[in-house]
């Protein structure tokens, strides 16, 4: 199946700063991306959706302004969380659509984010 | 939105036995895709299987098979011949062909017991 790559597995950040996740199609242009967070023992939840060179659209509940994501080219998004909180520890993973109506999504490997 | 619910929260299952993981989901939508993933404890999603709203029989895929209910929403996945490396969490997720976000269940626990 396609690769996605994403980057960084882990990490770890003061409160008040912020991160940047990369997610990287790697064999495919993804015409969307989609972000999700996962707290422990928890299911994926959809934070939102991203297609390239247009805004996201996020979830309900979701704040923008905190959660901003860029989907600037074919081949990477990026989520930076901004102003990071011990509550936004959580892992977060992407997916990768090559185009409308493809079957399968295919997913980062995930980020592990801890805020100290 | 779409809505999918698993309502094993954890199964067991005997090494080399068979086993039934439940999903039923919910949608006014007649056009979907059905997925399930297992995810280890390393957190990677590993696609397994997917089936069509349209398709007419059961998808199948090694061990693993899904037994496709359209008229009670349901989408069950079977795993043949348990092995002790399919002990992890399987989520069953749903896609709209009109928009493609997938949604997920709360999923299962599996532990495959030696």
């Known amino acids: 199946g396609a690769v996605v790559s994403q980057h960084p597995s882990r990490v770890i950040c003061k409160s008040g700063t912020s991160v940047k996740i990369e997610c990287r199609s790697l064999?495919?242009?993804?015409?969307?991306m989609f972000w999700y967070r996962q707290f422990p023992k928890q299911s994926l939840m959809l934070m939102a959706t991203s297609n390239e060179g247009s805004k996201a659209t996020y979830e309900q509940g979701v704040e923008k302004d905190k959660f901003l994501i860029n989907h600037a080219s074919l081949t990477l998004s990026t989520l930076t969380v901004t102003s990071a909180h011990p509550e936004d520890s959580s892992f977060y993973i992407c997916?990768?659509?090559?185009?409308?109506?493809?079957?399968?999504?295919?997913f980062g490997q995930g980020t592990r984010l801890t805020v100290v | 939105a779409q809505k999918i619910t698993q309502t094993q929260p954890g199964m067991f299952v005997q090494e080399k036995e068979a086993v039934t993981l439940d999903c039923t989901y919910d949608t006014s939508d007649p056009s979907y895709g059905l997925f399930w993933y297992k995810q280890p404890s390393s957190g990677e999603m590993i696609f397994l299987i997917y089936q069509g709203s349209y398709d007419q029989q059961n998808a199948t895929e090694g061990r693993y098979s899904l037994n496709f209910q359209k008229a009670r929403k349901s989408a069950n996945l079977v795993i043949s011949a348990s092995q002790l490396g399919d002990s992890a969490m399987y989520f069953c997720?749903?896609?709209?062909?009109?928009?493609?976000?997938?949604?997920f269940g709360a999923g299962t626990r599996l532990t495959v017991k030696p």
């Open positions: 064999d495919f242009q993804a015409t969307t």
């Open positions: 997916s990768a659509l090559e185009a409308r109506g493809k079957k399968e999504a295919f």
């Open positions: 997720a749903m896609s709209l062909y009109n928009n493609n976000d997938m949604r």
